[in-house]
């Protein structure tokens, strides 16, 4: 079996043998002045890069950078979404074209990794009223004999309503246990694991494309969905480096619905990567995504056993997840900072139960109701519901 971090190794072996430089991952706080809570994706630092200012390293890149999506928060738990995860990538900076990324992307699933070219589809741009179709990759595909499709909005990648824009070609991998069947779109065991943007335009507020004057490549490759195909696990939560995880929380605090063992297991992660980078809970901001993951892990936590606690959370387990991440951070300092958040949200579960049963909130709760809570008494509105909610939070 090949692990997680020899797929990092392969990857990034493959690339700098083809003159790519090695760029250093970066925090998942973007640099000051950035308007974005969190590093979203591989491209997120290399921004101006793409914009046409000169990287220090050159033209050709490669690299590994954790990300973390609050658009996927309430996806975790299925096969294929974290919240903390990490990114390989390849950039040509004005360099090669998308031809040459596109090959270099089936020989290495092919040759470096081992993959069957019969378990890959590839899917392309088909056009719009503003951008005819991504002709170029089309054809690629096609003299590489994988099948293609082509589509609209699943096939332009956009840094947000504005900003840097462009054409994108995925690859698609099976996962059925099966022949393959069917497309990307008609069946979703073709799991996409690489993304392949032509970073040709930039958007601007009025809807216009206005051509980048060096148009680049991006490409991003999900490292956990690629070792779940290669360890050939159900998901992505029984890949090598979620295995301490799913040891350890049942020996802690007993047998877990599969669910709850995958959410706890991706908060706990995600919220010591986070802590990891030097973000602390807090009302608003970056510290209030940390703060929401800590308070959803422990209301899985408490909902069938109000006595588990995360100081049963060996220190072990925390410095594995920061040595993985490549975080320096002492894991005492981090379990600190989560059993005071325990102590907190416990306190103000207390303090919701007496407001509640107040005769006032014995009828359902109304819009204003929620105001009150909030703005009287701190408790959130997702919290309320949980607190109103039979049996909510034991």
Not at 187 to 205: A, F, G, S
Not at 297 to 308: E, F, G
Not at 337 to 342: H, K, S, V, Y
Request: aromatic share 8%; proline share 8%; charged share 25%.
């Amino acid at each position: 079996m090949i692990t997680t971090d020899q797929t990092v190794r392969t990857f990034l072996d493959f690339f700098r043998d083809r003159g790519h430089e090695l760029t250093p991952g970066e925090s998942l706080v973007p640099s000051p002045g950035d308007p974005v809570l969190f590093t979203t994706s591989g491209m997120h630092p290399l921004t101006p890069y793409l914009l046409g200012r000169p990287h220090p390293l050159g033209r050709r890149l490669t690299g590994l950078q954790r990300c973390l999506r609050t658009t996927d928060l309430d996806e975790v738990g299925d096969d294929t979404h974290l919240t903390v995860f990490e990114m390989l990538g390849s950039w040509s900076l004005g360099d090669y074209d998308g031809p040459r990324s596109l090959r270099w992307g089936l020989e290495l699933l092919r040759d470096g990794f081992g993959i069957d070219p019969g378990r890959i589809h590839g899917t392309v741009f088909g056009g719009d009223d503003q951008v005819g179709p991504d002709l170029e990759s089309w054809r690629t595909w096609d003299e590489l004999g994988l099948p293609v499709e082509p589509t609209t909005d699943e096939n332009w990648w956009s840094n947000g309503p504005i900003g840097l824009c462009g054409p994108d070609s995925e690859i698609f991998l099976w996962t059925g246990d099966e022949t393959p069947r069917g497309t990307p779109t008609s069946d979703d065991r073709w799991v996409e694991v690489w993304n392949h943007v032509l970073m040709r335009y930039l958007r601007h507020p009025d809807g216009s494309l206005e051509p980048l004057p060096r148009p680049s490549i991006d490409t991003g490759l999900g490292l956990e969905r690629l070792a779940r195909i290669l360890q050939n696990t159900p998901s992505v939560f029984e890949i090598d480096v979620f295995q301490p995880w799913r040891t350890t929380l049942p020996r802690l605090w007993g047998p877990l619905e599969e669910r709850s063992l995958r959410l706890l297991s991706d908060h706990l992660r995600s919220g010591i990567v986070v802590l990891g980078d030097g973000v602390t809970p807090s009302p608003s901001g970056r510290g209030h995504i940390l703060r929401r993951l800590i308070r959803r892990t422990l209301t899985t936590l408490w909902r069938d056993d109000p006595t588990r606690t995360l100081s049963d959370l060996p220190v072990e387990l925390i410095d594995h997840t920061l040595h993985h991440f490549r975080q320096s951070v002492e894991p005492r300092e981090v379990r600190t900072i989560l059993l005071d958040e325990e102590r907190g949200f416990g306190q103000l579960l207390q303090r919701g139960r007496k407001v509640l049963s107040h005769r006032r909130f014995t009828r359902p709760l109304t819009a204003e109701d929620y105001h009150y809570l909030h703005d009287t008494h701190g408790l959130p509105r997702d919290l309320v519901v949980s607190l109103t909610t039979e049996g909510g939070l034991g």
